[in-house]
C-alpha cells in the first residue's frame, strides 16, 4: 500500500497510520512519501524562503491561493523523518526504512507489517 503527501492531513496521524498497517495483509509494505520537517542545515534556508514565496506565488496562478499559503504550514506542523518512522514501527509495521530526499525536504518511509495474525 502507497500514501503519497496525503498523511499530513489526517486529523490524527497515528491512528490513521496504525488504520492503514491494519489493513495489510500479514507481511505487507506501507510506503509513505511525505513533506518532512529536519531539513539540513543548508537547505532549511533555501526551503523556507521557497516554500513561503515562490510556492503561493505559483498557486495563484494554477490553483487556489489558500490552499497553498496551508501547505508551507501544514508541512511545518508535521512530524520529522525520525517520528514518522518511530509512528510506523509503533503501529505494527517493522522494519523500517526510512529515506531521505532533497536535503530532508522529503521522506519515503517504508515499513512491513510483521504479525501473523490480522488485528
Not at 64 to 86: F, G, M, N, Q
Amino acid at each position: 500500500m502507497t500514501i503519497a503527501f496525503g498523511l499530513r492531513n489526517l486529523p490524527d496521524l497515528e491512528t490513521g497510520v496504525r488504520e492503514l498497517v491494519r489493513v495489510l495483509r500479514p507481511d505487507g509494505i506501507l510506503a509513505v512519501l511525505e513533506f518532512t520537517r529536519g531539513r539540513t542545515r543548508w537547505m532549511e534556508p533555501l526551503y523556507r524562503t521557497w516554500s513561503r514565496t515562490a510556492v503561493p506565488v505559483l498557486g495563484r496562478l494554477l490553483s487556489w491561493k489558500s490552499a497553498y499559503r496551508y501547505l508551507p504550514d501544514s508541512i511545518e506542523a508535521y512530524v520529522t523523518h525520525e517520528e514518522l518512522a518511530r509512528i510506523l514501527k509503533r503501529a505494527g509495521a517493522l522494519p523500517v526504512e526510512n529515506h531521505t530526499f532533497t536535503g530532508g525536504v522529503c521522506t519515503l518511509v517504508i515499513g512491513r507489517r510483521t504479525d501473523r495474525d490480522p488485528t
